[in-house]
């Protein structure tokens, strides 16, 4: 479909061709190919190249690169609508995880790896902005509780298909892989000519900008980038290397998450919306404290595989209450502000995740749980700042400080 349609004329179209159609729909495609490849991104690493702690903690830093670069959406958009920079995001990701067993070394790997890792980034970044510029702040905390519920249900596919189908019918990464990232692909492609171009009531700023009054919100996306890197390249690996799980196994770790995910993510979209985002972020940190924290016990005093398999679940449960830090910026940002500023944030959130994994993997040959501990320490300082936001956070009231500076009572 061609053309341009304003947000307020959405309605008049076909339920599937409205804007939160689209955004379910790429919520759905994303997962596909992202999903295959981290659900077989341990063992295959391990397998086809030997890896280490190091090589594995290298990988992760290369693949956060593209992250970190995020403010390079600015100059992109300028030239390219944010809606269809998303969906060649998705195309390029959805191409390159197809082809990633084909270069089974450690150059191979690393290329592809970052590669993808553009189309994940960028796609991550504009679609965070079409989100808070499509939804009414009213709807954005129960909508992002769905879209959420949706990128589960599609990684629920994908894992309960490789964990079922992966010994019986011999599958290989090859096969999975280019299945996998050919789905994503192909979804978007279909995307592209379906929807026509929707056009937002407020026009974006294509400039970089960097505002004194969201520094909450950056601090928050900062430690948030360093704690998230911590267990995607850490937590995973612990169950392969220490406890010898297959590719069938952590994937049937990971369908335990998504099961949970699908019911639970919906209630805590409606958990935000009633109870505000600095009592949700706090029980979300709160809680991760206490399992990063848990995570150095496996290893300093021994514990074993059930508790450290439970603690992956809880895990996965408290990052879920981050769509509050989405929220929370839909609620102090001038909208004009949102497309450059989600640019801007996915960047300081990667700086972290950048130049983490290589130390920290060093690290690891040394005391994994120390690793850990590490990350509990930044669950802690995040859980510091988010008592920082208001109840009620309105542009001039960012923050509780705020109150020095005649804004409203909390």
Avoid: C
């Amino acid at each position: 479909m061609t053309g341009t349609v304003h947000l307020s004329d959405a309605s008049k179209l076909p339920k599937w061709q409205r804007p939160i159609a689209l955004l379910f729909l790429m919520a759905f495609a994303m997962p596909i190919a992202f999903s295959v490849w981290l659900a077989l991104l341990n063992n295959f690493v391990v397998e086809a190249a030997n890896f280490d702690g190091v090589d594995i903690g290298l990988l992760h830093a290369i693949r956060e690169i593209p992250g970190f670069l995020a403010v390079g959406v600015i100059a992109v958009i300028i030239f390219v609508r944010e809606q269809v920079l998303a969906i060649f995001s998705l195309i390029l990701l959805g191409v390159t995880t197809s082809i990633t067993a084909q270069f089974p070394e450690l150059q191979g790997i690393l290329v592809l790896t970052f590669l993808s890792s553009v189309g994940f980034h960028y796609y991550e970044t504009v679609n965070q902005s079409l989100q808070l510029q499509w939804l009414s702040k009213d709807r954005a905390p129960q909508a992002l509780g769905w879209l959420m519920a949706a990128g589960s249900a599609a990684t629920f596919v994908v894992y309960f298909v490789i964990m079922v189908l992966w010994e019986p019918l011999g599958l290989t990464y090859n096969i999975v892989y280019l299945i996998g990232g050919g789905i994503t692909a192909a979804v978007a492609v279909f995307a592209r000519f379906a929807y026509p171009q929707f056009e937002a009531p407020h026009s974006q700023n294509k400039s970089l900008i960097l505002r004194r009054r969201y520094w909450l919100y950056y601090a928050l996306q900062f430690m948030s980038g360093a704690r998230r890197q911590i267990f995607m390249v850490f937590a995973g690996f612990m169950m392969v290397e220490r406890f010898g799980f297959e590719v069938h196994e952590l994937t049937g770790l990971y369908l335990i998450n998504l099961i949970v995910n699908i019911f639970i993510a919906p209630v805590l979209g409606k958990v935000v919306a009633v109870y505000g985002e600095r009592k949700a972020l706090v029980f979300e940190y709160a809680g991760l404290v206490i399992v990063f924290l848990s995570y150095g016990g496996v290893y300093f005093f021994g514990w074993g595989i059930l508790i450290a398999a439970m603690l992956y679940v809880m895990d996965h449960i408290f990052f879920g209450l981050a769509l509050a830090l989405k929220t929370y910026f839909q609620k102090i940002a001038s909208p004009s502000d949102i497309a450059p500023t989600a640019a801007v944030a996915f960047t300081i959130n990667h700086i972290a995740a950048v130049g983490l994994p290589v130390p920290l993997g060093l690290l690891w040959l040394v005391s994994p749980a120390l690793v850990f501990f590490i990350a509990a320490g930044i669950a802690a300082t995040s859980l510091l700042l988010s008592l920082l936001i208001p109840r009620y956070p309105v542009p001039g009231y960012e923050t509780r400080l705020s109150i020095f500076l005649s804004a409203p009572a909390d």
